[in-house]
């Protein structure tokens, strides 16, 4: 069980908290590169508890910092994007993207001090569409995750956020709780209506699966296996957790599905979910609500999401047309006739749904935890142990010096011979599988 303790050093994600700290150590994505237009006015960014300002000025560099001015604390959201930086409205001193203050038009030559001062500005980096943004301390920034989806080439992957008003820990738990699925998503489909090969197969033909946890350096992977439907062989699908809130899930080929999932705190009862994945070659034909059943349909209540447009609010961005007020839009009568388990359309929206239905932040001391969540609670584990090392140390934690570390993670399912042991046949599948080039090293060339 996880005491109100660990719960608390958990979930809270600001300034100096356990977890805070430990993730400030790891790059965060912090918005969509199309977010942020050079010359267009800034927005507003909240990250690990902090209120931050974005923007890309005409010359095209991109600046994220703590959106009060350095000198009388107004907010540079209502600041001027110019050449090269923001000026604040208030007595008109502008920041580059970096931070420095360039001038004080208010102070006369004399007094002008612009070259002491700064503000509080964060490294900024960004690759394949997404803005991430350094908030740690090392003298020495690290270099970006080397996780596969983080390495492709540019163009080749679809990213994606949505925004969740919940804590970050129970958003990406439902990324590692396999025995949700043939419930939450699947429940109403049943195992006649589903072809040999389909992506949800053995999910609906054995709803309590049984599966192996192991700790990896990066994180923890699980592997849930159950006889293949040739009754011979065994179908198995791989997940991992990443340090430190990263996540990839099995609902896809292993061959060639290469995601990232991140569900970052904006604070500690919002998360922005992003995707990184993939879409090269045959992968997006595969995804599970776009394969055929039997009957012609797909998996009922497997609708894209609907977001609602972006508004400059603090929590504005990415949000989903359905949401609590609306109880997601739930439709009773599908439900009801067992068309939709749940009522909700939609994968992602049944997840949010269910996360935040449990409130802002899990009482975890209420929790009845099952041999079905061994997966959760060593990944917790693994968390604490890594955070309060940070803490007690202050030695990096893994990934962060050794971000390719990362690379050595996949998930997804396949089937193999009943004889093999399950991390010979995962270095198989790995060895197999279409991978990542190096693309730093390819991009410096
Ligand atoms: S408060 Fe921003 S310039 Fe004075
Ligand atoms: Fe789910």
Wanted: proline residues 6%; hydrophobic residues 35%; aromatic residues 10%.
């Amino acid at each position: 069980m996880t005491t109100a303790q660990e719960s608390i050093e958990l979930t809270r994600v600001g300034a100096g908290t356990v977890m805070g700290n430990f993730m400030r150590q790891y790059w965060i994505p912090a918005a969509m590169s199309s977010e942020l237009q050079s010359g267009q006015p800034p927005v507003r960014l909240m990250l690990l508890g902090e209120k931050l300002i974005g923007f890309r000025d005409k010359a095209g560099k991109v600046g994220i910092m703590d959106h009060r001015s350095p000198h009388r604390c107004a907010s540079l959201f209502f600041g001027r994007t110019e050449d090269d930086g923001i000026r604040c409205v208030y007595h008109g001193w502008k920041f580059g993207a970096d931070g420095q203050c360039l001038e004080q038009p208010n102070l006369t030559e004399e007094q002008n001090f612009a070259d002491k001062v700064r503000a509080k500005a964060y490294p900024v980096q960004e690759r394949n569409g997404v803005v991430w943004i350094y908030m740690g301390e090392a003298e020495q920034v690290p270099e970006l995750p080397s996780f596969e989806a983080n390495l492709m080439p540019e163009g080749e992957t679809v990213v994606r956020m949505v925004q969740r008003e919940c804590n970050w820990l129970q958003a990406l738990e439902g990324d590692i709780d396999t025995s949700h699925f043939g419930f939450l998503h699947v429940g109403s489909v049943k195992p006649d209506n589903v072809p040999d090969g389909h992506p949800i197969h053995g999910t609906v033909s054995d709803r309590a699966p049984q599966y192996l946890v192991r700790e990896r350096e990066y994180g923890t992977q699980y592997a849930a296996y159950r006889p293949h439907e040739d009754g011979r062989r065994t179908y198995w699908r791989f997940n991992n957790f990443m340090f430190p809130f990263w996540t990839q899930t099995p609902q896809a080929k292993f061959e060639t599905y290469i995601v990232a999932r991140g569900w970052v705190p904006m604070d500690d009862t919002h998360t922005m979910f992003i995707s990184i994945q993939w879409m090269g070659g045959e992968v997006a034909k595969q995804r599970t609500n776009v394969v055929p059943l039997k009957d012609g349909g797909t998996i009922p209540g497997s609708s894209p999401d609907k977001l609602l447009p972006n508004t400059a609010g603090w929590y504005g961005r990415w949000r989903m047309e359905a949401n609590a007020d609306n109880d997601y839009l739930i439709d009773r009568d599908a439900q009801m006739r067992d068309e939709i388990f749940t009522g909700i359309d939609g994968i992602h929206l049944q997840d949010q749904a269910i996360t935040e239905s449990m409130g802002g932040i899990i009482d975890h001391t209420h929790e009845r935890l099952a041999p079905s969540d061994q997966m959760i609670t060593r990944s917790r584990r693994a968390m604490l142990r890594a955070a309060r090392a940070f803490r007690d140390t202050g030695a990096p934690s893994p990934g962060v010096e050794n971000p390719d570390l990362f690379r050595t993670a996949r998930a997804g399912f396949f089937v193999e011979e009943p004889d093999v042991d399950w991390e010979e046949a995962y270095e198989k599948q790995v060895e197999a599988a279409v991978r990542a080039a190096d693309y730093v090293k390819h991009a410096a060339e």
